[in-house]
C-alpha cells in the first residue's frame, strides 16, 4: 500500500504551495535556487526570459552572469504567473 501523498496538482498554485514556497527561499537567491524550491516547476531559462521580456519580478540585480531576485518581488511575480 502506498502511503498517501497530496497530488501536486491540488497543490500548485494554492496557498498552502505558496507558502511553502516562501518558508523555502532565502531573502534574495538566484534562478537555479528559486527553480529547485519550486521543484523543478519553472526552469532558471524560463525565468531569463521572462526577464528579458520585461515581465519577470520587478526587483532583481545581477553580480556577474548571475541574476538574483528578492523573495517579496518574486513572491509577488509567482503567484500572478501561477494563477493564470
Known amino acids: 500500500m502506498r502511503p498517501y501523498r497530496t ?17 523555502e527561499l532565502p531573502p ?8 529547485r524550491c519550486m521543484g523543478g516547476l519553472l526552469s532558471p531559462k524560463s525565468m531569463s526570459n521572462a526577464d528579458a521580456m520585461g515581465i519577470g519580478p520587478s526587483i ?4 556577474g ?9 518574486f513572491m509577488t511575480w509567482i503567484r500572478q504567473k501561477l494563477s493564470t
Open 65 to 73: 552572469k548571475k541574476v538574483a531576485y528578492e523573495r517579496a518581488s
Open 60 to 63: 532583481r540585480v545581477r553580480i
Open 7 to 23: 497530488p501536486i496538482s491540488n497543490l500548485y498554485g494554492t496557498d498552502r504551495f505558496f507558502d511553502a514556497l516562501e518558508k
Open 28 to 35: 534574495v537567491f538566484t534562478r537555479d535556487v528559486a527553480s
